[in-house]
């Protein structure tokens, strides 16, 4: 007779039961977590030592992301946090900006759009008027206001603010001193302090207008070099527009704000910003509030931010593996009690959950509380305004999840080979076999093969293409190192028995060598592809780089109206010893519009037909400032050294120099044609034309990129032209006597005494910004790889001490223990150092091609430069650094060690 067993009942009908089993597992699960827990912190306080190195390697970096976040978070002023600076105590800020209907971002208080012409200004009356009875305002005046120096005068902003109202309680935080209230007071921002402080005395406006600064003040809505003067000292301010703050009762809604944009005001009212409304309804009909762009900015600080972490993870490595080590007997006891593998993975990975998590957490609060007196002092340093302190929570929740899960992955490794004791080998102090998986190599190699492959790909395309190749490329070489790290055991043979030995513990503790190597590597990797990928740009810039004037020259430039003889005279003064040539071209005043065109040679049709067309095929249009008139070698000294010969030489004879060729004839005659363009048809009308000598000077190389004009004209034609010429530019100085910075700057001061349009540009020729980037990225780069090797052979010098303690016995000399820390620093260093050199490479070169490559002229190939001298400072200076040090620290002899029998 067969019985048959019933089906089994659905879990929804067995009742409690379920229930009680589910709360049993989770019951069972937390126990066992708890007892890892314990024993990991127990394991913690037994190694201080290997503890706060672990702290470290997690919480500094958690500090440095943390703290980094809270200033960006503390400078990103919200417009909610800019409410006191933008409007005191007030309710609303209203500014007359048209008498048209405005279209306004309500929270960020800016126009859509400027009106074209100039319109009345609004008056506080106007304004008032608009206003619900009961409202209160106040005026505030802003431009700007010029002061003397020793050499001249400086600009700075200017605001005529009535700061003792109580509607403007709030809107300044005073420095030092107080608030201007009477005319002759005046107070300044940190910048301008530096020049009058408290108590100093500046003169105001070209009338040198004593006042007195009683205050430095600082606000979101100032300027960085700014001076607040009180109302009785509103005739001092230059180019002033008037803003009203109200008090209105119950405040502006947005209705309210719609009805004063309607009548051309830009309004930001507290009410609509604290409750903004959506942008459809202030949006013009098709427009779009655009983007803020911050994705791309997101993707690259969580890029760095797992970069860091990476290298958490592989610098932590070698301390769980060397802790699990020396927690191999307790771990062997606990499986021959009971405990099962999962026990002992669980056990190694709780002290990576509490390392990880207690070192990042205690480096968020450090990075928080790190970020509050160094706010401060970035103000001060950089003139910036930061606004209320503002932790990111949740970004540092974030980070610090981050720092616990990175010492997870750094103890992930050892917990497995944890699970995989064998007790017996373990409880008999013998150390077992270690075996290293076989596909991971593989598949490593795998990776790191598609890297190379998209890399190589991706230099015909984008840098992001290059990007993603090189990631791949690093990982794949990741996932091989352990492999990596055992060919060099063959090498060992050739080596000296210091060396020998290194080489075979690095090979024989591949849990321990590996990560190191592949932090080292992985560091190494990314400072030699942004290296070469900086080298290659500064180089691109260099190579294209165009002087504006000979090197050392000073080149003075104005506009229509310029009092071009007190200019002269004041460089004169300004630059004695130096010979100042003046650069003439069409008149900027031209009462009739006229422009000056090339014709082509023999044409007779319409005017639009008869344009010149430069070698490309396309038609040239000179504006203004594409021609130029004067001496034949000032005019030379202002083109490159390719062209300047032929320029010079043609002017020389008297002719027309024209950059390019098909613009004169067979005679050897240019057509110059004065032309006006009618507004109405959009058309060109001739004027008259004028030929004169020609000389073409092809364009060849790097000059075919940004050239101050396509048309020279020796000063002795200048008056046969069809088109008024008047001075643009002035050049001073030279390569035979330089403009220094401290005659640049009295300079300065004395034109801007004269003409605050005039401008001046000194000629210092290339100058490499990224020069301070890449010396950053040696500090940073070099530091991580020192870290990263000593923290290695220090925890295998630590790791080695049975093996010294035999060395000692069997006579060994004690320097043998030196020599082979030394030797442990060189494998790790310099084998991460020469793999990480290899894998960036191609990236580095890669990059450089789209990073470099021009789309104007001649001459505009990618270039490709590798700073061979920052690569080995990174990957041979500082591992031999690691090896001195190593040296250095570690002691020959050892104290009297306990060796176990049997």
Not at 365 to 376: K, N, Q, R, T
Not at 517 to 545: I, K, N
Not at 761 to 774: F, H, M, N, P
């Amino acid at each position: 007779m067969t019985a048959l067993a019933s089906p089994p009942r659905p879990p929804e009908a067995r009742g409690p039961a379920g229930d009680g089993r589910r709360s049993g597992r989770v019951a069972g699960w937390l126990v066992r977590w708890g007892l890892a827990l314990r024993l990991a912190r127990r394991d913690a306080r037994r190694s201080p030592g290997r503890t706060a190195l672990v702290l470290l390697m997690v919480g500094l970096p958690v500090l440095v992301v943390v703290a980094g976040a809270t200033l960006v978070r503390t400078a990103d002023v919200s417009p909610v946090e800019a409410l006191p600076g933008r409007l005191g105590a007030a309710d609303a800020r209203i500014e007359g900006l048209a008498r048209e209907p405005v279209y306004a971002d309500p929270v960020l208080g800016e126009p859509l759009a400027i009106p074209g012409e100039d319109q009345a200004p609004w008056s506080a009356a106007e304004v008032s008027a608009l206003l619900p009875a009961g409202s209160d305002l106040v005026e505030r005046r802003t431009g700007s206001v010029e002061y003397r120096t020793g050499a001249g005068y400086a600009r700075a902003d200017g605001s005529v603010d009535d700061l003792t109202d109580p509607l403007r309680e709030g809107a300044v935080t005073v420095v030092e001193g107080r608030v201007p209230e009477r005319d002759g007071e005046v107070a300044v921002t940190p910048a301008l302090a530096e020049r009058a402080g408290v108590g100093d005395e500046l003169l105001l406006t070209r009338d040198d207008v004593p006042v007195t600064v009683v205050g430095v003040l600082r606000s979101t809505g100032l300027g960085s070099s700014a001076v607040v003067l009180p109302p009785a000292s509103a005739d001092l301010l230059r180019g002033a527009t008037a803003e009203f703050f109200a008090a209105v009762p119950g405040g502006l809604d947005w209705p309210a704000v719609q009805e004063l944009n309607a009548r051309g005001l830009l309004v930001v009212s507290r009410e609509v910003v604290l409750d903004p409304p959506p942008a459809e309804e202030w949006l013009p009909p098709g427009g779009s509030s655009g983007s803020s762009g911050t994705a791309a900015q997101t993707a690259v600080v969580a890029l760095v931010v797992a970069a860091l972490l990476l290298e958490v993870v592989l610098l932590a490595g070698p301390a769980f593996a060397v802790g699990l080590r020396r927690r191999r007997r307790d771990l062997a006891l606990l499986a021959a009690n009971g405990a099962t593998p999962a026990d002992l993975r669980r056990a190694v990975l709780a002290s990576g959950l509490l390392l990880g998590g207690g070192g990042a957490l205690a480096g968020a609060l450090l990075g928080s509380a790190l970020a509050w007196p160094v706010a401060p002092v970035l103000e001060d340093r950089f003139d910036v305004t930061f606004g209320p302190f503002d932790v990111p929570v949740r970004d540092a929740l974030v980070v610090v999840t981050a720092g616990a899960l990175a010492g997870l992955a750094a103890a992930y490794v050892p917990a497995r080979q944890a699970a995989r004791t064998d007790v017996a080998v373990t409880l008999a102090g013998r150390r077992g076999q270690v075996r290293s998986s076989r596909r991971l190599p593989v598949l490593g190699l795998l990776v790191a093969a598609a890297g190379l492959v998209l890399t190589v790909l991706g230099a015909r395309g984008t840098e992001f293409a290059v990007a993603g190749g090189a990631v791949l490329l690093v990982v794949g070489l990741l996932l091989a190192t352990s492999w990596l790290v055992g060919l060099l055991a063959p090498l060992a043979r050739r080596l000296p028995v210091s060396g020998r030995l290194a080489v075979r513990d690095a090979t024989r503790n591949r849990t321990r060598t590996a990560p190191a190597v592949a932090a080292v590597m992985a560091t190494v990797a990314g400072v030699t592809a942004l290296a070469v990928g900086s080298a290659s740009d500064s180089a691109q810039s260099e190579r294209d780089y165009l002087p504006r004037a000979p090197m050392g020259a000073a080149v003075v430039t104005g506009v229509g109206g310029t009092d071009w003889d007190a200019v002269t005279a004041a460089v004169g003064r300004g630059l004695p010893g130096r010979d100042v040539a003046g650069i003439q071209g069409v008149s900027w005043s031209d009462p009739e519009g006229r422009l000056l065109r090339v014709a082509r040679p023999g044409c007779s049709g319409p005017v639009d037909d008869c344009g010149w067309s430069d070698d490309a095929g396309v038609p040239v249009a000179l504006s203004l400032a594409d021609v130029l008139v004067g001496e034949p070698g000032a005019l030379a000294d202002l083109l490159p050294a390719d062209l300047a010969p032929g320029v010079a030489a043609a002017l020389a004879q008297g002719r027309v120099a024209v950059l390019g060729t098909g613009a004169v004839d067979a005679q050897e005659v240019v057509r110059l044609e004065a032309v006006r363009y009618d507004e109405a048809t959009g058309r060109p009308e001739s004027l008259g034309a004028v030929d004169l000598p020609g000389a073409e000077v092809p364009l060849t190389g790097s000059a075919q990129a940004d050239l101050p004009a396509q048309v020279f004209v020796p000063a002795s034609l200048a008056g046969q032209l069809p088109v008024p010429v008047e001075t643009l530019q002035l050049v001073a100085g030279g390569p035979d006597a330089p403009v220094t910075a401290a005659e640049e700057t009295r300079l300065r001061e004395a034109l801007a005494a004269l003409d605050a349009t005039v401008g001046l540009y000194v000629e210092r020729g290339w100058s490499d910004d990224l020069s301070i980037a890449r010396l950053v990225l040696l500090l940073v780069g070099g530091t991580l790889v020192l870290v990263a090797t000593l923290t290695a052979t220090g925890l295998a010098v630590a790791d080695a001490r049975p093996d010294a303690a035999t060395l000692a016995a069997i006579g060994a000399p004690p320097r043998i223990r030196r020599l082979v820390a030394m030797g442990s620093a060189a494998v790790i260093g310099g084998f991460g150092a020469l793999l990480g050199v290899l894998a960036g490479l191609p990236p580095g070169i890669a990059v450089a091609y789209p990073l470099t490559t021009t789309d104007y002229g001649a001459g505009a190939d990618p270039v490709v430069v590798v700073p061979w001298d920052l690569l080995a400072a990174v990957a041979v200076g500082v591992p031999l650094l690691a090896v001195v040090v190593s040296g250095l620290a570690v002691r020959s002899r050892l104290p009297m060690t306990r060796r176990e029998v049997g």
